[in-house]
């Protein structure tokens, strides 16, 4: 029985499809469908029951599809024990957009120097989908934003750095409160379906800002090349010196005291900020290149 054929029961049930299963992963509906037949005889038990065009798992296939990401994690433990010492191998990496722009392309160098035999593969997306497939296996690594729900113990989480909001703007303009910039000037929006987009909407709606929205971009530095051609002001997270390289344009703090999730906070409260760090699984064979990968983002993030 090939372990490839539990993933590919894994990915049926999560589809509730043998034909998307199949776009998936690049094979035929039959070869699919064959795979889990082999499955089925194997076990000594039916796993799939169809009902119209879609399928669900039977009471044997929950049993399967519970224990499935364990054992091939498993599997990949013991390969990675077969081997030994041996570094190379694939590390399967997904990041969020903003720190494939910003600080990866170093950190990536730097582990790099470390483990030249590794192979490293990227995925860019959104927190919740690499999130997913990080806990189906089909990532070894994540950088992230921390998620809004409490972790499993399997996942672990390590802080990078915070990114607090900023304003966004022309270097002719730098002189001037943030604050006014954002009641005065029109908003290019970073786009509310992303994390740092709701932060920021909530931000102006603690301080009863309505802006003029110019335009709504899901691209932290696109926001930043609208604004240096003139066309407003941004606000988004600070993802660092990216973006302002190349442009006019400057990133202004804004000041203490202020609320940035409408909770009306007062004093010294700096706005919120959106956390950046790895995520991983401990179970996993490659763990110990995640944690390689967090000390070389820590140095470079120094």
């Known amino acids: 029985m090939d372990v490839k054929y539990i993933h590919n029961f894994l990915r049926v049930v999560q589809t509730g499809s043998m034909s998307e299963a199949a776009r998936q992963l690049d094979l035929s509906p039959s070869a699919i469908a064959q795979q889990m037949r082999v499955l089925e005889t194997g076990l000594g038990a039916a796993l799939l ?51 494939l722009h910003g600080f990866l392309p170093a950190v990536l160098q730097a582990f790099v120097a470390r483990h030249e035999q590794v192979r490293i593969s990227v995925r860019a997306g959104l927190t919740p989908e690499l999130y997913t497939a990080l806990v189906q296996s089909e990532l070894d690594v994540l950088i992230c934003l921390k998620p ?28 001037q409160d943030p604050l006014a910039l954002l009641r005065s000037r029109p908003l290019v929006r970073y786009d509310r379906a992303l ?62 005291g202020s609320a940035g999730s409408g909770s009306g906070g007062t004093g010294d409260r700096a706005p919120d900020a959106r956390k950046v760090g790895l995520l991983w699984l401990n179970t996993s064979a490659r763990a110990r290149w995640a944690r390689s990968l967090l000390d070389c983002a820590r140095q470079c993030l120094e």
């Open 195 to 256: 994390a740092g987009g709701r932060l920021a909407d909530r931000y102006l709606k603690a301080q009863g800002i309505v802006p003029v929205e110019r335009m709504e971009l899901n691209s932290v530095l696109a926001v930043a090349m609208m604004v240096d051609q003139g066309l407003g002001v941004g606000l988004v997270p600070d993802i660092g010196s990216v973006l302002a390289q190349g442009r006019e344009v400057c990133a202004l703090a804004l000041p203490h």
């Open 148 to 175: 809004s729900f409490d972790l499993p113990k399997t996942v672990c989480w390590a802080e990078l750095r915070d990114e607090p909001l900023v304003v966004l703007c022309h270097r002719e303009d730098a002189h």
């Open 49 to 99: 029951v169809r009902h119209g065009r879609s399928v669900r798992a039977t009471a044997a296939g929950e049993r399967l599809f519970e224990r499935g990401q364990r054992l091939l994690q498993d599997f990949d433990g013991l390969r990675e024990w077969v081997q030994g010492d041996a570094d190379g191998g694939e590390l399967r990496l997904g990041t969020v957009n903003t720190a």
